[in-house]
Each structure stands twice: as C-alpha cells, then as structure tokens.
C-alpha cells in the first residue's frame, strides 16, 4: 500500500541508455534464464515482432508504450519480452495486472530493481532497510499524510500560491512547466520541512536537491557509485544536507518551538521510533525527506502542467471548471479543507490528466516465486527470475476499459459511468496494496494549485496546441511548447 509512491525513477526506463545499463546490471543478477512451464508461459514475443538483434530490441524500449501497446493487440495480456539472458513479461489491462498490485515482496520485490537510489536516499532508508525498518519507516510517512494533518496544509499551500502568482504581474507569458517545477518544491518544502526551513534555508535546500537529482542518470543504475561528475556533486550535495537537518534537528530539540505548528513530517519523523525503541537517526530522517521530495516534485509538477493545460485547451471544460470555482467561494471566505472536497469536476480533470498522461510509464518488480496469473480465461505462470512490468500509459488508454480512451474527457469518473471503478483499470496513484500513499497530498497541492491558478488568471495556449508526451525522456513529461499567455481576472 505504501510503496508506489517510490517507483518515481521507473520514467527513466524510457532512455534507450538506461535500458541498456539496466539489462546489463540484470544479467549480472541472473546469467542464464530459469526453465519455465511451457504449458503455462507467457507467449515469448517474437524476433518478427521486434527489431532484430539485442540492440534492436533496446531501440524497442526507447518508445516503450509503443512496444507494449503493439505487442498487446499481437499477443494478447500476458507476454515476455527476452533481453540478453533476462526476461521482461508485461501485464496489460485490469485482470492481468491484479497480481502485480495484490501481492506483496515476497513475491514482487523492489529492492532488487530500485537499489541504484540507496546513494541518494542514504544507508538502512527505503530500499536498502531491512523489511520490518522499511515497514516502520512507511508506516511514519504515511502518519505525516493523513487527513487531519491535510486540513492544516492547506492555508500553507494556499499561502505559498498567493505570493507566487502575485509576482506574475497583471499580464504576460510563461513556461508552465518552468513555473509549476519550482511552485510545488516549494509548497512541499513548507508542509513537509516546516516553516524554519521555508523561511530561511530553502534556497539551500533547492539548491541540494538540484544536485541529488541531477545525480540519478542512466549509468547510476548499471553504477550507482561510479566517480563521475554528476555522482561525487550527488554525494557532496547528500552530506551538506544531512548536515543542514542535522542542525536543524539539534535546535528544534533545544527550542521546539521553532517546529512551528509540529505539522510538518519533519518534527514527525524526529519524533519516530522502530518497534524496539531505537528513534530515527538523523541520516534516515535526511533520508527519508529527500525520497518524498523524490517521489512528489517530478509527478506533482508535471500533473499540474498538464492539467492546466488539458483545461485552457477545452473551452466548454474551462467554462465549468470557472463555474466551479466562482460558485464555491462566492462567499469570499478563505480557502479550507471542505472547499477542496467539494471540487468534483477539478479533481475528475486532474485524474483524467493522470490517466492520459501518466509521469510513470512503467512499473517493475523482480518475481521472488513463480506468479500465476489468470486473464480472459487463460492461466500462465511467471516463472521466478522475470522482471514483471506494468505500463499505466498502455493499460490506461484500452478502448475496452476506458471509452474513447484517448480523449480527455473527466465525466468518465462521474455517476453513471465511473470507469475507473473496474478493479485494477485506473493506475494514476498504483492500485490496491501498492497505492500511494502520497495520493491525497498530492490531490490537496494539485487542486489548491488549479484552483488559485484559475481563479486568479485568464488563461490560453500559446501555441493553441497540446504538447506531446516526451516517453524518450528521462522524467516522462510535456514535449514541446508549454506557454501560456495569461491575463489576471477582473473577478480575483
């Protein structure tokens, strides 16, 4: 349930590189393919359906939606793609995909394909935490993202919108992505840092977790401690921000009053233990920030880009979306937790936004045991050893899951029709026990981003078009054009 929120550097899957330093690193953990049950196995997709030899097969994962939406309509579900000695078999659609998210990593494990990040997040955080460390360390994360602590969020978010859009003046032009990249670090840093490390050490921290970003490439996966540029400016940037927190830990001790409100996960992972008494070190609390500024910054900022723009692009969309908004708060109260719920239509258009354009293409475990897998009547076995991967970008454009699936239409998630209901169909935040837990921060920063962004402004596409989805990207976003000519509202 608490672990889909971590696959953020599964876009990187989209580089042909990182695919290639990816099966290398693979192959080392399995020189030879395991036997299979041949009654009961995936159909191996054939030389014929891909470009030949082992480098034509990378190039094939350079477009991967592609590859899997191809080999979908050819061989149905369930198949297995072999690259070098290793196999990949993908799950397609909601029956296919069940067991992906219903078992857990005992028998679909991340610790074998994410453990390149152990560099960024730090020793015994996440991945490289023994299970029931890991388990406590969610568990903790996950108490810094409930309800009562969201209600709280919201006046920050809603504080750091109003000074952001202020600056844009009365009228102009900017790159959404460009914009919604640095306001949603900064909404994240008020609520999950607190307002010490906002108000006074934010540049710094921006500035370090540049570099730590910067540090994940496509050779970190094959060689995550190679001493190359971007990784010793990674390592510099990891320890100059466990020492940061480090002092800021030390003077919240001293005086915790400077924790502010005590909202923020930071003054709640200080205050973490494990089940045996021992608290949090200060390494596992730097750790642990960095991997949820990891798994929200990318997503939040590009879901946002996107909805802005599926929206301003609709006129009769954007027409209710302004109705929406002007009837909630034609009373000129603030914005409070109840608004928020109340947004029926901007929360439907932000998991259409998800649904067509999924940040996260691809998502991968290693199979621990073999895995049965029944789908249209037909049974398989995934034998232990494979890569098992689900696409959210294929699986969620299935015209027999999702009507007209390529238009963005957020009605779909209405009464009378809620596709999204089909177990396992709609993969915005995972599924079942591999949900986000990030889900409802991530909904709050979203719609109080949407919801000030199109109450304050008019606004249109530049270049009147929709970008294109960049799957050749390291972050799966908008390619291509994403400026709006903005003008502020008589009505603001």
């Known amino acids: 349930m608490l672990d889909q929120i971590f696959d953020l550097p599964t876009p990187l899957l989209a580089s042909v590189t990182f695919i290639f330093l990816l099966f290398a690193l693979l192959t080392t953990l399995c020189i030879s393919s395991l036997p299979r049950d041949k009654k009961t196995a995936p159909p191996d997709v054939s030389a014929a359906h891909l470009a030949p030899g082992v480098f034509g097969r990378m190039l094939e994962f350079g477009a991967p939606v592609k590859m899997v939406e191809r080999c979908y309509r050819d061989y149905g579900p369930v198949f297995t793609v072999r690259m070098f000695h290793k196999r990949i078999t993908f799950l397609v659609g909601p029956e296919a995909q069940a067991p992906f998210f219903k078992l857990n990593d005992d028998y679909l494990s991340q610790q ?69 990249s640095e306001l949603t670090i900064l909404t994240a840093s008020r609520c999950l840092h607190g307002d010490d490390v906002r108000d006074n050490l934010f540049k710094q921290v921006a500035h370090l977790f540049h570099d730590l970003d910067r540090g994940v490439t496509p050779i970190t996966v094959f060689a995550p401690n190679l001493p190359i540029p971007a990784h010793r400016a990674r390592d510099a940037a990891r320890i100059e921000m466990k020492k940061l927190f480090r002092d800021v830990v ?11 409100d005590g909202t923020d996960i930071l003054t709640i992972l200080m205050n973490s233990k494990y089940r045996d008494g021992r ?28 909805t802005a723009l599926f929206i301003a692009k609709d006129p009769e969309i954007l027409k209710r979306v302004h109705g929406e908004q002007e009837e909630l708060f034609a009373d ?17 258009c932000i998991r259409e936004t998800l649904r067509l354009c999924p940040p996260l293409i691809l998502l991968m475990r290693m ?19 494979d890569i ?53 921060f991530a909904f709050l920063q979203i719609k109080i981003i949407m919801s000030m962004l199109f109450r304050t402004f008019d606004i249109e596409l530049k270049s009147g078009k929709m970008p294109e989805i960049d799957y050749e990207a390291m972050v799966v976003g908008p390619k291509g054009d994403c400026t709006i000519k903005y003008k502020r509202r008589t009505t603001a």
């Open 112 to 180: 074998e394909v994410y453990g390149f990040m152990k560099p960024v997040f730090g020793k015994d955080v996440i991945y490289d935490a023994p299970m029931k460390d890991r388990r406590v360390q969610f568990q903790n994360l996950a108490n810094g993202l409930r309800a009562d602590k969201m209600k709280v969020y919201v006046s920050k978010i809603e504080r750091e919108c109003t000074k952001f859009f202020a600056a844009w003046g009365e009228s102009g032009e900017i790159d959404l992505i460009e914009a919604f």
């Open 250 to 260: 030390e003077k919240r001790r001293a005086d915790p009053s400077l924790g502010g």
């Open 279 to 306: 608290p949090f070190s200060d390494d596992q609390i730097t750790g642990l920030l960095i991997a949820l500024l990891f798994a929200g910054q990318h997503t939040s900022s590009i879901t946002s880009t996107w």
């Open 332 to 348: 000129g109260k603030a914005m409070d937790y109840n608004h928020l719920n109340k947004m029926a239509l901007l929360h439907n």
């Open 367 to 385: 199979a621990k045991r073999d895995i049965p897998v029944t789908c249209k009547g037909n049974n398989y076995t995934v034998p232990k050893g």
């Open 388 to 440: 098992v991967m689900v696409s959210p970008a294929a699986a969620q454009r299935l015209e027999e899951v999702f009507r007209n699936a390529n238009v963005f239409d957020p009605d779909r998630f209405g009464p009378g029709r809620e596709e999204h209901k089909i177990p396992y169909a709609y993969l915005g935040f995972g599924g079942g026990m591999h949900s986000c837990m990030g889900q409802n």
